[in-house]
């Protein structure tokens, strides 16, 4: 799977000893194995944008789409499905974003896809008819702007068959705070109001029927829950509720229009499981839980043609799929057949069900896409992501299991250097965003690129991580930096020193957005533990982190209020300093890398000037890099590769491991401009 967060550095500078704990900054001398591991990787294989990406089949299945690039930025293709991807042609031309997520409407007429500014997350929605000729001067048909405002951020909540011309949209630009929910035509762009968000209705999430009938709203209870409510013409009536630490998610309608699928563990459950539920008569009925007994609810898979349940799946150690028709059977035991390596994903159909893409998820390469012909059992490689991936020289990703010092068992992953032995490996420590997320089995492309430049890599599903239930979710609860959540990381390295497999002297941690929470945490509040930090996005002050949350989260608040604490609280607010690496900066004595993007409207840009002054005040070392055109989490090619160009340097002069030298001149010069002296950095008031 590739990360979501990307990393941004800059050239590096050997520094004398820092703190008082004798941690040091000057280079370390190289591992002892890298004559050993398989051969240098290039990283743009790693990190580059892949050949192609993201197809989807057009209802009646004439036509393919997919990302691939134009002019150097990746823009949605189409062919005709017996063509040759040679003879695709681009039907969007954007030129500075790449074009990251799009789908066909559902008559097939158009594509959508949507686009920000920067990184901004002020997403507009974009409708191209992909048989329309190009724009006079242009390579691409026109793309026409659906929500055409500033400073508003647009939700597609509905994209209904019995209306193809129209989706439904949620639109905060009334009031930021909340999405009103508007009928938006793709024919016109004009749209048509139906049903107006309010600060007592505070709703976080539409809901239409299969019809395309406003049917739902869901939002965040006053102790964090979740409530459901039921729409009754300009009222909202609550049917169903469960508490902050459980799930119930509406999944959609049920084909008889009376029901909806819900994943839930309301009550006296602790895993989530799938029922369906009556929003007038309350009734519920149970379809599934885990056969396993062992992990949450995951994902419920229908059929297009006829809107029945046709399979269900669950995410353990790995993907778990249960048909639950006869004919879904069958396909998927003539797909392992064919493909027996992977795990199997299957991409949304042709309205009769007739074509199907399915993904096949590796671990030592991005994975294979099929077209899979129902009627005769016919499996088609359709493309590799990347054709140019060694996987004779990648690791395998392994499951793991330790005990934390309570005994808590802690799930998670390790990834391992080829070609060595697991012994005293120079080790980096992954925690994943989030929090309330979880890391999974398949391709990893940072994971990999640490492997092959000597590393061994853990990922550990600390507490608050989803999936496995909502005990293991609560003990997470208010738990962030000195709690459990960051012990379950600690110990999770302790028990890889004690196995004999990581050096206690070469350990480094880096992550993003959380995981960047949690890298700062570690070099704070465990200075003892690690050698090196990398810090993404991640905020340094949990207090200030909830006073600027973007406007559009107001109506989610509570939720954080109980799940990482209330600033209005004074307890609470007094403990989240505890847990906040800003205040006790002069802890921190390992050398660190902060990443910024300048638009990031999640974890906002002070959060990184604060811990990047703090420390050179102190006259640690640290080093700052900033993208002024990305924001939480980058999408540019450029920024990616300058990043990790830089990034394994860092870490090889700091843990020892291997790095590529050779650097091409654009990378090198993006690189300059991404670098930002700390003694230029000042805090706004």
Same mark, same amino acid.
């Not at 505070?202 to 809901?207: C, K, Y």
């Given at each position: 799977?590739? *990360?979501?967060?990307?990393?941004?550095?800059?050239?590096?500078?050997?520094?004398?000893?820092?703190?008082?704990?004798?941690? %040091?900054?000057?280079?370390?001398?190289?591992? &002892?194995? !890298?004559?050993?591991?398989?051969?240098?990787?290039?990283?743009?294989?790693?990190?580059?944008?892949?050949?192609?990406? &993201?197809?989807?089949?057009?209802?009646?299945?004439?036509?393919?789409?997919?990302?691939?690039?134009?002019?150097?930025?990746?823009?949605?293709?189409?062919?005709?499905?017996?063509?040759?991807?040679?003879?695709?042609? $681009?039907?969007?031309?954007?030129?500075?974003? $790449?074009?990251?997520?799009?789908?066909?409407?559902?008559?097939?007429?158009?594509?959508?896809?949507?686009? =920000?500014?920067?990184?901004?997350?002020?997403?507009?929605?974009?409708?191209?008819?992909?048989?329309?000729?190009?724009?006079?001067?242009?390579?691409?048909?026109?793309?026409?702007?659906?929500?055409?405002?500033?400073?508003?951020?647009? *939700?597609?909540?509905?994209?209904?068959?019995?209306?193809?011309?129209?989706?439904?949209?949620? %639109?905060?630009?009334?009031?930021?705070?909340?999405?009103?929910?508007?009928?938006?035509?793709?024919?016109?762009?004009?749209?048509?109001?139906?049903?107006?968000?309010?600060?007592?209705?505070?709703?976080?999430?539409?809901?239409?029927?299969?019809?395309?009938?406003?049917?739902?709203?869901?939002? /965040?209870?006053?102790?964090?829950?979740?409530?459901?409510?039921?729409?009754?013409? =300009?009222?909202?009536?609550?049917?169903?509720?469960?508490?902050?630490?459980?799930?119930?998610?509406?999944?959609?309608?049920?084909?008889?229009?009376?029901?909806?699928?819900?994943?839930?563990?309301?009550?006296?459950?602790? !895993?989530?499981?799938?029922?369906?539920?009556?929003?007038?008569?309350?009734?519920?009925?149970?379809?599934?839980?885990?056969?396993?007994?062992?992990?949450?609810?995951?994902?419920?898979?229908?059929?297009?043609?006829?809107?029945?349940?046709?399979?269900?799946?669950?995410?353990?150690?790995?993907?778990?799929?249960?048909?639950?028709?006869?004919?879904?059977?069958?396909?998927?035991?003539?797909?392992?057949?064919?493909?027996?390596?992977?795990?199997?994903?299957?991409?949304?159909?042709?309205?009769?069900?007739? !074509?199907?893409?399915?993904?096949?998820?590796?671990?030592?390469?991005?994975?294979?896409?099929?077209?899979?012909?129902?009627?005769?059992?016919?499996?088609?490689?359709?493309?590799?992501?990347?054709?140019?991936?060694?996987?004779?020289?990648?690791?395998? *990703?392994?499951?793991?299991?330790?005990?934390?010092?309570?005994?808590?068992?802690?799930?998670?992953? #390790?990834?391992?250097?080829?070609?060595?032995?697991?012994?005293?490996?120079?080790?980096?420590?992954?925690?994943?965003?989030?929090?309330?997320?979880?890391?999974?089995?398949?391709?990893?492309?940072?994971?990999?690129?640490?492997?092959?430049?000597?590393?061994?890599?853990?990922?550990?599903?600390?507490?608050?991580?989803?999936?496995?239930?909502?005990?293991?979710?609560?003990?997470?609860?208010?738990?962030?930096?000195?709690?459990?959540?960051?012990?379950?990381?600690?110990?999770?390295?302790?028990?890889?020193?004690?196995?004999?497999?990581?050096?206690?002297?070469?350990?480094?941690?880096?992550?993003?957005?959380?995981?960047?929470?949690?890298?700062?945490?570690?070099?704070?509040?465990?200075?003892?533990?690690?050698?090196?930090? /990398?810090?993404?996005?991640?905020?340094?002050?949990?207090?200030?982190?909830?006073? &600027?949350?973007?406007?559009?989260?107001?109506?989610?608040?509570?939720?954080?209020?109980?799940?990482?604490?209330?600033?209005? =609280?004074?307890?609470?607010?007094?403990?989240?300093? &505890?847990?906040?690496? %800003?205040?006790?900066?002069?802890?921190?004595?390992?050398?660190? #890398?902060?990443?910024?993007?300048?638009? =990031?409207?999640?974890?906002?840009?002070?959060?990184?000037?604060?811990?990047?002054?703090?420390?050179?005040?102190?006259?640690?070392? /640290?080093?700052?890099?900033?993208?002024?055109?990305?924001?939480?989490?980058?999408?540019?090619?450029?920024?990616?590769?300058?990043?990790?160009?830089?990034?394994?340097?860092?870490?090889?002069?700091?843990?020892?491991?291997?790095?590529?030298?050779? #650097?091409?001149?654009?990378?090198?010069?993006?690189?300059?401009?991404?670098?930002?002296?700390?003694?230029?950095?000042?805090?706004?008031?």
């Amino acid at each position: 799977m590739r *990360r979501s967060f990307h990393l941004m550095a800059a050239a590096l500078v050997a520094i004398a000893v820092v703190g008082s704990t004798s941690r %040091l900054a000057a280079q370390v001398s190289p591992v &002892s194995y !890298l004559d050993k591991l398989p051969p240098l990787v290039d990283r743009e294989i790693f990190f580059g944008d892949p050949f192609i990406a &993201s197809a989807a089949l057009s209802p009646d299945g004439r036509y393919v789409s997919f990302l691939q690039k134009l002019d150097g930025i990746l823009n949605v293709w189409v062919k005709g499905i017996d063509q040759p991807f040679e003879a695709a042609r $681009p039907v969007t031309q954007d030129t500075i974003r $790449p074009v990251r997520g799009y789908f066909w409407s559902q008559d097939g007429k158009y594509i959508l896809y949507v686009q =920000d500014q920067a990184g901004n997350e002020n997403f507009r929605v974009y409708a191209v008819d992909p048989a329309a000729a190009p724009a006079p001067g242009a390579k691409t048909p026109p793309a026409r702007d659906l929500t055409p405002y500033d400073n508003v951020q647009a *939700r597609i909540f509905a994209v209904p068959e019995n209306s193809p011309n129209q989706i439904l949209v949620g %639109l905060n630009d009334r009031d930021p705070r909340l999405h009103d929910l508007y009928r938006v035509d793709l024919r016109t762009a004009e749209r048509q109001l139906i049903l107006q968000n309010s600060p007592s209705f505070n709703v976080a999430g539409w809901m239409a029927d299969l019809e395309g009938n406003l049917r739902l709203a869901t939002r /965040v209870t006053q102790e964090g829950g979740t409530e459901i409510l039921r729409v009754d013409g =300009d009222s909202l009536i609550s049917v169903y509720t469960c508490q902050a630490a459980e799930t119930c998610s509406p999944i959609r309608y049920h084909k008889d229009g009376a029901h909806i699928y819900l994943e839930t563990n309301r009550g006296n459950v602790d !895993l989530s499981r799938l029922v369906l539920f009556n929003p007038v008569t309350g009734a519920t009925e149970l379809v599934e839980e885990d056969p396993e007994g062992e992990v949450d609810f995951g994902q419920a898979l229908f059929s297009r043609a006829t809107d029945e349940l046709i399979a269900t799946s669950y995410t353990g150690d790995r993907l778990r799929l249960y048909p639950k028709d006869p004919q879904f059977a069958r396909d998927i035991e003539t797909l392992r057949t064919k493909l027996p390596n992977g795990d199997l994903f299957f991409r949304q159909p042709t309205k009769d069900d007739r !074509l199907w893409i399915v993904k096949e998820v590796l671990d030592t390469d991005e994975g294979p896409n099929y077209i899979y012909t129902r009627e005769t059992g016919e499996v088609e490689l359709l493309y590799r992501p990347r054709t140019d991936i060694p996987s004779q020289h990648m690791a395998k *990703r392994q499951p793991i299991r330790y005990a934390a010092r309570d005994g808590e068992i802690i799930p998670g992953y #390790m990834t391992l250097p080829k070609g060595v032995a697991a012994e005293k490996l120079a080790t980096i420590v992954l925690p994943h965003g989030g929090p309330w997320g979880r890391d999974g089995w398949g391709y990893d492309n940072l994971a990999q690129f640490l492997a092959n430049r000597g590393y061994a890599v853990l990922q550990p599903n600390f507490r608050s991580s989803t999936g496995y239930g909502k005990r293991f979710l609560r003990l997470g609860d208010k738990q962030w930096g000195t709690g459990s959540m960051q012990h379950d990381i600690t110990d999770g390295v302790q028990w890889l020193i004690k196995e004999g497999i990581a050096d206690p002297d070469r350990v480094g941690i880096m992550g993003g957005s959380y995981g960047g929470y949690a890298t700062l945490a570690g070099v704070t509040f465990t200075p003892e533990l690690y050698s090196a930090g /990398v810090s993404i996005v991640g905020p340094s002050s949990i207090i200030t982190l909830l006073n &600027s949350i973007p406007p559009y989260w107001e109506p989610i608040r509570r939720m954080f209020a109980v799940r990482v604490g209330d600033v209005n =609280d004074p307890a609470d607010l007094e403990r989240l300093r &505890s847990q906040s690496p %800003l205040y006790f900066a002069e802890n921190i004595t390992a050398p660190l #890398m902060v990443v910024q993007g300048v638009n =990031d409207p999640r974890v906002k840009k002070a959060e990184s000037d604060q811990i990047v002054t703090a420390l050179r005040d102190l006259g640690r070392t /640290v080093e700052y890099l900033v993208a002024a055109d990305e924001g939480h989490g980058f999408a540019g090619e450029l920024n990616n590769l300058a990043t990790y160009a830089a990034i394994e340097k860092f870490l090889a002069l700091h843990l020892g491991g291997r790095y590529q030298e050779e #650097m091409r001149p654009d990378i090198a010069e993006r690189l300059q401009l991404l670098r930002v002296d700390p003694q230029k950095v000042s805090l706004q008031p």
